[in-house]
């Protein structure tokens, strides 16, 4: 799984939480890191394309981050997203958080293990239910 957040203390804290539950996390500062976000690139995102589920705490008030997104939901259609999100998103973004697991910005490390634990139960069923 990746975490993206451009607060490093924060995306610790967020990771941990998730480590605490069981999952094997990669943390990530996004476009805000030093240095251009690989998936803004050619090459892509290794630990994107790794991940089995990613939790974007990017801040989309900016359009780099917007852009992220749009790139990970592109390339990696198939990973679920968990999403820290405005609720008085423009219907830009509304449009393109759609089909994302959205949480209220800003999502305790709490609601975000919640979260993941939910959509990844869903995934399971879903699997289990097609095999």
Request: glycine residues 10%; negative net charge.
């Amino acid at each position: 799984m990746l975490v993206e957040h451009p607060d490093e203390a924060a995306g610790l804290e967020i990771s941990s939480a998730l480590r605490f539950a069981g999952y094997a996390v990669a943390v990530c500062p996004g476009p805000h890191g030093r240095g251009q976000c690989p998936l803004i690139g050619p090459e892509g995102c290794a630990p994107a394309h790794d991940a089995d589920l990613v939790v974007c705490c990017l801040g989309y008030e900016r359009e780099t981050a917007q852009e992220v997104l749009r790139e990970l939901r592109t390339r990696y259609p198939g990973i679920p997203l968990v999403v820290e999100a405005p609720s008085d998103a423009d219907p830009d973004l509304r449009e393109l958080l759609d089909g994302c697991e959205q949480l209220p910005a800003p999502a305790t490390p709490e609601q975000i293990v919640a979260a993941v634990q939910s959509l990844l139960g869903q995934a399971d069923e879903e699997a289990a239910g097609g095999a």
